[in-house]
């Protein structure tokens, strides 16, 4: 068996060597364009950041590493030209020499990954204009900091853009950042990331956000870059980093005549092979099935990406495998913020044309009684029917990795909000709470879901209006009231509510909120067995703030 | 529907409140003999240590603020004398006047708790010997060390030993533990405590840590507390704390002719109905279904505690539920060490008859090239056949709850290692890694029962002996080798083994193992594929030191 690879890093690594572990008579021959293999990637913004101070530190493996250790034959400044599937061969260039040779295989997996997404928008290629995606790119941005630039622009505030900015801020770079739509981190929905926005604006970080806005042509200035914006608005700083997506690798795929996807990632099947049998492709390069939704999509992430090659690897060597596709569970750290989500989105799942229903919790992440805890918005979507799990997004601070994890697996497994209910995670207080957050996500879920608990959602209530405007019940305390309510609450508090119900109109919609829910949906339990016509406002009015934050006191 | 509930805490507060939200006309009254419901009984060691500094946090609720925001009748200080189920009334003693009354119920639900076990040794009821259930004893403790007290002896290393030696110690009292079996944390295996016994004896903490021992009798002296241990010796301290486990409030159900188990927990059906219909029970007082064995146990944890309230006061108010047994989740912070475990051990898989697998990682909580990764210790316990999850224990620092908690819910899922294989977890490097403990977990597992990864666990190795004792091959470098080793070692590297077959002895079992497995497991591929015998040490000699503490450097 002769194994060629091509690329180095996650997927292309992660083949190589469990194809050694399976076989110690393969050759297996790994070529990667760049210098370097198996490189740490994701920690690239916090070495520019000085978070991982030693750049070796992302040097995960060497090429001689590999041989040594897993006989691997590595080809680093090795750029594979072309594949040749009749003959099973390719060819290849060293980009040192500039000496080309072909060479045979008898399995092939391609790794190529995905490259930064540039634009054609005048002045692209200025130098100064930079993407992250290798220790190069790394080494430039961060030599641009190093030699004392004061400001950049960052255009793009999904993950890598977001992990730029703090890691610009920590080195003392005033940065600008540039979002085409209108909210921060688009994979999630947008009202979740208010507070990622907010920690942005908040305490004079060094931080400007611009959404909704785009750069239409870049220039040069002064040894500098200006970005003109769609605005008229024009930025100028040394540096520039394009955060704004990733397209596949496919060339070398296409140019062989294999299938690829309608947004570019080469088409595999479940065993990760290729419209070609003897070629597989796994990584940032491929199309993948999505778990919640059954459709083809792309999800460049390093799990994904790991488990692919190793996969791959496996049906080569004769192995049964079949890759169960990818929820995209994904997590950023900004500013001791933190934002995750698994599964789908509500805008991925209306754009999927997925019934759902979805509910909204503010738990803390440990017992409130115990020192430090901290708040954080959990937002939970799942079929109306049997409710199956299809998504999950929290932000907040501690403890919000751990809940979206618990949720992946949830999702994983095909579980519903009833068995969240069920859920027993481990309680001490620093670490959790009796009900924990997941508990009272699918409580909250199942309750609504079982018909006890009618909720609406604040979008959904906004888009009332007229005839259908319901009569809005805050249960809160007059204090609480007093600091801030939705306009056009009538404020009885819950504990006198019983009371009060000769207050309330029958015959017409009635829409109860609280804090954070739960007096909420104990208000709205009182009025239904009362007779009335009432839904609880779900996540209350912290929920409200995410949809205004600009109401917040 | 008049409902009765005897006990005001988790499960009792419980199903008073979901009774409520299920009916506003039910009559609903709550018994508590205590002077507090509702209070955050796992917070109490926390208060006595200071951390949680206002009492007040510890009340969750008030009778007062029961009876305003939920209409139910809440009588503190309020004891349950006896059931009559012919007249289907309770007998109940105001304790505070002495007065004396029936109340009648169509339902009720016995939420009693389970009491410290306090062993009829000599002395025991001295004052200075202290169990820690509620607030007054809570208050009694922490009198004593607010008064001074220098030194305590704590009997039990279990959850609640463990929480109060850390208290003590943070508030400057030299603490003795004594603990009857060889090994702190009794619901672990022993070799996973051993992180604990170090950060016990570590430090020059002032903690004193007797295993193996027992107290004996206890006596006064110099308004102190003598204890006199199995062993012979004499421990003296002001204040003596028994943890050495609780037993089910059962008497008011044995007395009303309620079965209870052989462990005296009270006999609930799935619905939490006791043999009478009427009657139902919940918390630490009753005999739950453990789900790995199906067995009955007796588990007081609060959250299994809370859920059974909700499901009883669901059931009566009409409503399809099933109490699906408990797995038994736990966690305990100890000096910023941490140790969890879900599902069973393997003692507790032993008494059962349950066959199992088992592995062992030491993986970092997150990206080893981010700063501050943590070690952690991961056990998984899994069926021969098909994999199916059984159990899982950590131990380490930050990280530890998050990935107990995520194999919580594969356990609770039946999912498999193989399942476990393809967990997608939220990874970027401050949070975790590409390939996940959890992962990692899953993949030696895997290989394992699919024959790829032949390996044998410590306690199995060094039970081989005379013509069974294999050559014990360590893979690791010559500094590793040479820093420490497991006795009758030979060192080869890794990165020279393919070049020392001809060393290796045919015809022989081989165990091959390295710091924490993963060369080792190169090693054991290597090697079976040129034909030798070789298993790998699971978690290799990080392992081996769980069992040889002492030989560690």
Redesign the interface.
């Known amino acids: 068996m002769k194994l060629l690879i091509i690329g180095g890093v996650?997927g292309g690594a992660s083949a190589a060597t469990r194809a050694?572990?399976?076989?110690?008579?393969a050759e297996i021959v790994m070529f990667e364009r760049g210098p370097d293999v198996s490189f740490?990637n994701?920690?690239l913004p916090?070495h520019i950041g000085g978070?991982?101070?030693d750049r070796n530190?992302?040097l995960?493996t060497t090429p001689a590493k590999l041989h040594?250790?897993?006989?691997l034959d590595v080809r680093v400044r090795s750029s594979v030209l072309a594949i040749d599937r009749t003959q099973k061969t390719v060819h290849v260039r060293e980009l040192n020499t500039g000496r080309e040779y072909d060479e045979s295989y008898d399995k092939l997996i391609l790794a190529p990954g995905a490259a930064p997404l540039r634009p054609s928008l005048p002045g692209i290629d200025l130098p100064g204009i930079h993407t992250l995606r290798n220790l190069p790119d790394m080494d430039r941005i961060k030599a641009i900091v190093d030699a004392g630039a004061k400001s950049a622009i960052v255009i793009g505030a999904g993950?890598i853009g977001l992990?730029m900015v703090e890691n610009l801020i920590h080195r003392g770079v005033q940065t600008t950042v540039v979002e085409l739509q209108d909210q921060v981190l688009p994979p999630l929905d947008r009202e979740m990331t208010t507070p990622l926005a907010e920690v942005l604006a908040a305490k004079a970080k060094g931080v400007t956000l611009l959404l909704s806005e785009s750069a239409e042509g870049f220039e040069s200035a002064d040894e500098e870059i200006v970005v003109q914006l769609k605005s008229g608005k024009r930025l100028q700083a040394p540096l520039v980093i394009l955060g704004i997506g990733v397209k596949p690798e496919n060339q070398l795929a296409i140019a062989a005549g294999l299938e690829v996807g309608p947004r570019g990632g080469i088409r595999v099947n479940e065993q990760l092979q290729t419209s070609d049998p003897d070629i597989y492709a796994v990584g940032d390069a491929i199309e993948v099935r999505d778990v919640i939704s059954d459709s083809p999509t792309q999800v460049p992430?390093?799990?994904?990406?790991?488990?692919q090659g190793r996969l791959a690897a496996d049906h080569i060597f004769g192995?049964q495998v079949r890759y169960?596709g990818?929820?995209?569970?994904?997590?950023?750290?900004l500013f001791g913020k933190?934002a995750?989500l698994?599964g789908a989105s509500e805008k991925s799942l209306q754009r999927s044309g997925i019934p759902y229903r979805m509910v909204y919790i503010h738990p803390a992440h440990h017992?409130?009684?115990?020192?430090g805890a901290q708040a954080m918005a959990l937002k939970l979507l799942f079929t109306p029917d049997d409710g199956r799990i299809l998504g999950a997004q929290a932000v907040g601070g501690e403890g919000v990795?751990?809940r979206?994890?618990?949720i992946?697996?949830?999702i994983?497994?095909k579980?519903t909000v009833f068995?969240l209910?069920?859920?027993?995670?481990?309680?001490?207080?620093?670490?959790?709470s009796?009900?924990?957050p997941v508990?009272m996500a699918g409580f909250v879920a199942a309750n609504l879901l079982?018909g006890?608990h009618p909720q609406i959602d604040v979008a959904a209530y906004e888009k009332l209006a007229g005839d259908d405007q319901p009569f809005l019940l805050d249960v809160r305390t007059a204090d609480e009231f007093n600091a801030g309510h939705i306009p056009g609450a009538t404020n009885i508090s819950?504990?006198v509510l019983?009371a009060h119900l000769d207050e309330l109109p029958r015959g017409r919609d009635i829409v109860a909120y609280c804090q954070v829910g739960q007096?909420g949906?104990?208000a709205t339990?009182?009025l239904l067995?009362?007779g009335f016509r009432v839904r609880n406002l779900s996540g209350g009015y912290k929920t409200y703030l995410l949809w205004h934050p600009a109401e917040a006191k």
């Open positions: 996650a050694r572990r399976l076989s110690e008579t740490a994701c920690g916090y978070e991982i101070k530190k992302l995960v040594e250790r897993f006989n993950f992990e992430l390093a799990g994904p990406a790991n488990r192995k169960r990818t929820q995209g569970t994904a997590i950023v750290g933190t995750a698994t017992a409130g009684y115990y020192p990795d751990k979206i994890d618990v992946a697996v949830a994983q497994a579980m068995d209910e069920e859920v027993e995670l481990a309680y001490s207080p620093q670490f959790g009796a009900k924990d508990n079982r006890d819950i504990d019983r007096r949906y104990l339990r009182i067995q009362a």
